[in-house]
């Protein structure tokens, strides 16, 4: 299997979209944990990196440090 590289403040597309409507987040915490913010309503989401990466689609885009 792949390996997704993603980093912070990158925006991504899960396979599932929000409950408002939304299929864009924000990575705004790395970790053991990654911690996602809607970018349509501002929730924000703490998962496991594990799931985060069998769940997340593609990046839209990459931020550059």
Do not use: Y
Not at 32 to 44: A, L, N, T, V, Y
Request: overall charge positive; glycine content about 6%; aromatic content about 4%.
């Amino acid at each position: 299997m792949e390996q997704k590289e993603f980093g912070l403040n990158d925006i991504v597309e899960m396979k599932k979209q929000h409950p408002c409507g939304t299929n864009r987040w924000k990575i705004i915490r790395l970790g053991m944990d990654i911690r996602i913010k809607c970018e349509g309503c501002s929730h924000s989401v703490l998962i496991a990196r594990k799931e985060f990466s069998r769940k997340m689609k593609k990046i839209i885009v990459k931020h550059e440090e």
